[in-house]
């Protein structure tokens, strides 16, 4: 694996006090193992093509917005960040969701080890198991909401696959005529809609889906910060205090912005013809859980799989710059707390660390969460 960085005055001057207008300008959180790129966000560029926002590396304010090209300016990238790179270039639209296909299919190729390719064939299949399961709950609310009540009729949740499947196309012939479309157009656009609210959660498996799960897993680090907190001495807790503070400040953001996405699944009618007229402007609506959250999962993992080659005070530190900024169209009514990339106990926590151990670190990471950690 390559090490160090290179000359820090190539580099642009930091912008500090950065913080962008919104989710696209922000950027999304690439599962880089290269220690200088923990943290950076990939967005496009305004000229064409790509570029990165990364954390100042000092831990102070600011960020820099360099094209990958300026990239060796500040470190020597690792083989399998180049090739995570390469991915995302062909990536027509920047988003969660792309960047985790692009980071399973790099895992798969077993640039981050052996056991990170395994992991990435492993979440493969439950995500082509989780697409039939989101598909069928979606035919199974469609039945629900379309089909007139009658007494003795087999309730959608208890058919056979293929009784399901007849009566959720009877619904979609009965929708034709409306939307102009023909049964297999929309049962097409059905499909599109399934795999767009899979992870936000449908019917019966909206809990196990990937968002409520990561909303789970955001409200778990919260409490475990706090008790952390006040099991450590006086002064001890400030790192985890200010991480505590986004982390709750960040959950009634998220937890809206899904409760949201799901009230669209309350009449499919109304959605599959906002989907045939506009399936950007849907995919907005149903997206800002994912992009609110984007960049949160590094860090509980970070906070749930302690490393003995790094000190917890170090793993904090690290916690708090990777918090990620929340744009001025995300705030809503309310402020989350702007947090200082600076840890004023463990300066330079990085330069303590030998480069290999970091990237060893990053590489678990990467089995743990094969799609991110993002």
Do not use: K
Not at 194 to 212: C, D, H, K, S, V
Not at 217 to 229: M, S
Not at 319 to 335: C, Y
Request: glycine fraction near 8%; include cysteine; charged fraction near 25%.
């Amino acid at each position: 694996m390559p090490s160090g960085a290179g000359p820090a005055a190539a580099l642009p001057r930091p912008i500090e006090g950065w913080q962008p207008a919104s989710f696209l300008e922000r950027g999304v959180a690439v599962p880089f193992t290269t220690p200088q790129l923990a943290g950076a966000r990939l967005r496009a560029s305004e000229r064409g093509g790509l570029e990165l926002v990364v954390p100042n590396i000092s831990g102070a304010l600011g960020v820099y917005i360099l094209p990958w090209e300026g990239v060796p300016a500040l470190c020597s990238p690792t083989l399998h960040d180049r090739r995570l790179t390469e991915r995302l270039a062909a990536v027509r639209r920047v988003s969660p969701a792309a960047v985790r296909q692009a980071a399973r299919d790099v895992a798969a190729e077993g640039l981050a080890g052996r056991e990170a390719a395994a992991a990435a064939a492993a979440a493969r299949l439950r995500a082509e198991e989780q697409r039939r399961l989101a598909n069928y709950e979606m035919l199974v609310l469609l039945v629900q909401q379309t089909e007139p009540q009658e007494p003795g009729r087999v309730p959608p949740e208890q058919e056979a696959r293929a009784a399901l499947e007849q009566r959720a196309r009877a619904a979609l012939t009965g929708l034709a005529p409306r939307f102009g479309r023909s049964t297999e157009a929309l049962t097409i656009m059905l499909e599109e809609l399934a795999a767009l609210f899979g992870p936000i959660g449908i019917g019966r498996q909206a809990a196990a889906a990937r968002l409520p799960l990561a909303m789970a897993g955001l409200a778990a680090l919260a409490d475990g910060l706090r008790v952390w907190q006040e099991q450590a001495g006086a002064g001890d807790g400030v790192d985890a205090a200010r991480v505590e503070a986004a982390a709750r400040a960040m959950l009634p953001l998220a937890a809206a912005a899904l409760a949201e996405a799901q009230a669209l699944l309350d009449n499919l009618p109304a959605l599959l013809r906002d989907w045939a007229a506009d399936p950007a402007a849907v995919t907005r609506r149903a997206g800002e859980a994912d992009w609110l959250l984007d960049g949160w999962q590094r860090i509980c993992l970070l906070w749930q799989h302690d490393d003995e080659r790094i000190s917890r005070a170090a793993t904090l530190a690290e916690m708090v710059e990777l918090v990620p900024v929340l744009p001025r169209a995300g705030v809503g009514d309310g402020a989350a707390p702007r947090l200082c990339r600076r840890s004023p106990r463990v300066e330079g926590w990085r330069s303590a660390l030998a480069f290999q151990d970091l990237v060893a670190r990053n590489e678990m990471l990467r089995t743990l969460a094969p799609d991110g950690p993002g």
